[in-house]
């Protein structure tokens, strides 16, 4: 009896273990395989149907979409080359406090063209080799054809083996430069703490704008 | 109005100047000698877009519909034939060149004077091309960041290009009547503005510093441009400006 139970416990551990070692290699056969063409077609397609959705209001649209983006998002990466050198001016304390206020500015003020989404479609272009191993995935947003149409480019980085956007490239200007051209006049004339202040007050001010009406398509 | 062979001769002397400066380095959104001026005639701009332009487009985007608006840009777009044309030989694009002519052709006698654009039906993209872009492919440097009054973001070097804009241009072509190029010009501007109202709310709202959002986009958006047609399209590549480790020296000419 007594080893009756031993050799069943026995048993269960060893397929558990290997239930367990399954489930890892499948899921890091999942991250590998996830090329960074299909993290941003995959993203895509999940933001696309809920923009569709009739169903959703705007604030609950807005939060699915923030969810998607911050997972697609390397948030940490981004933050640090939007200050970079500027980055170690910045106390751990003040640079979780900016990373939190940087990510609510973006959600904040992009979240808005929620409401203005007409049908657009993303186009996978194909992709590129970069430096320091990254890959930039090109795509469209298309809008009607001809000069309507928007060239977007994606910047990865691969983090634990997977890739996450580091940068947003609409049209050729880089988020990533643009911001950090604005913050390096920001901190270097009035420090880290004028930058976290002016972001906290955009936030403010930002999360209770009255959405302007429509421009016509 | 001046004739075209001043502003052309004008265009070629100031580009020669210019070329003392030539090098083609990455862009540097953060170079501006001139930023006090700029920061004024920026300021300056602005009020007259928020106080008179914005107001205007508002009311033309309420009372014009959207198939008319699309038709007009259209339109305008097609008329930049003169300026795109040449601007393409001169980068040694003789194949775009061709392709602007019959998009042109095409937009202007079946796409009813170009408020339709037909050409692109046949897969002939509209083209964007300019005299200060031309300079650019030719090596020349962009020179300090530049706001102008009325005409907004420029540099050195593009504000010499729109002196050969003009001069390529249609009106200085055919039409000589002031009230026409006036008319016309104030009615592409309106519209123009009333296509861009979300756009410029938008990055209004997306920026810290609108000053500084602007100056940036437009030294990327040039770069972009000038650089599609000398590498086929590798975009921007800052150095350094993807490196998380190292900080220091990332701006050449940074004067901190």
Redesign the interface.
């Known amino acids: 009896m007594k080893r009756f139970t031993r050799t069943t416990s026995r048993a269960t551990r060893s397929s558990a273990w290997a239930a367990g070692l399954l489930v890892l290699a499948l899921a890091g056969a999942r991250a590998e395989d996830r090329t960074p063409s299909q993290v941003v077609d995959g993203l895509a397609n999940q933001v696309v149907p809920i923009l569709q959705d009739k169903n959703l209001g705007t604030d609950q649209k807005r939060e699915r979409i923030e969810q998607i983006a911050y997972q697609a998002m390397d948030f940490n ?1 981004i933050s ?2 939007v200050l ?5 001016k910045f106390s751990s304390s003040q640079q979780g406090e900016f990373e939190a206020e940087f990510k609510r ?1 973006l959600s904040v ?2 979240g ?2 929620v409401e ?1 989404y007409n049908n657009e479609r993303v186009q996978i272009l194909g992709d ?1 080799q ?3 191993g ?1 890959v ?1 995935v090109l795509t469209k947003i298309l809008r009607g ?3 309507a149409d928007v060239v977007v ?1 994606y ?1 990865l ?1 691969q983090r634990d083996g997977q890739w996450k956007i ?2 947003v ?1 609409v ?4 988020m ?3 911001f ?7 901190v ?1 004339n009035g420090g880290p703490d004028r ?1 976290i202040t ?2 906290k007050e ?1 936030n403010a001010s ?1 999360e209770t ?1 009255v959405p ?1 009406p ?4 | 109005m001046p004739s075209r062979a001043a502003l052309l001769a004008a265009a070629v002397l100031a580009a020669a100047l210019l070329s003392a400066c030539a090098g083609h380095k990455p862009p540097q959104p953060d170079y501006d000698p001139w930023e006090g001026f700029n920061r004024k005639m920026f300021w300056f701009n602005d009020k007259l877009d928020v106080y008179g332009l914005e107001p205007v487009a508002r009311g033309w985007n309420f009372v014009v519909p959207n198939r008319v608006q699309h038709a007009l840009t259209h339109f305008f777009t097609n008329l930049r034939f003169p300026i795109v044309f040449p601007n393409n030989l001169l980068q040694g694009k003789p194949h775009a060149a061709l392709e602007a002519l019959a998009s042109f052709q095409i937009n202007t006698f079946i796409g009813l004077l170009g408020f339709f654009d037909v050409a692109s039906e046949f897969g002939l993209k509209p083209q964007d091309e300019d005299t200060g872009q031309t300079l650019g492919v030719w090596d020349i440097a962009p020179g300090p960041y530049l706001v102008l009054p009325l005409l907004g973001p420029s540099s050195a070097r593009d504000a010499v290009g729109l002196a050969g804009d003009a001069a390529f241009g249609f009106y200085t072509y055919f039409i000589t009547v002031p009230y026409v190029t006036i008319g016309a010009t104030a009615i592409n501007v309106v519209n123009t503005r009333a296509r861009n109202l979300e756009t410029v709310r938008n990055a209004k709202d997306a920026s810290l510093d609108f000053y500084t959002f602007v100056r940036n986009a437009y030294v990327q958006r040039r770069w972009k441009q000038i650089n599609d047609t000398i590498s086929g399209g590798t975009g921007l590549e800052e150095e350094n400006l993807y490196n998380e480790e190292i900080y220091e020296n990332y701006l050449e000419g940074d004067t901190q």
Do not use: C, M, P
Not at chain 1, 84 to 88: P, V
Not at chain 1, 214 to 217: A, E, K, T, V
């Open positions: 990466t640090k080359l970079a050198r500027n980055w170690t500015h003020t992009y808005r063209n203005s590129r970069e430096g320091r990254d930039t054809g001809g000069n480019d910047r980085r580091i940068d490239i049209e050729g200007v880089s990533v430069s643009n950090r051209s604005q913050f390096q006049d920001i270097s930058l002016l972001l955009k930002g704008l302007t429509h421009s016509g398509g």
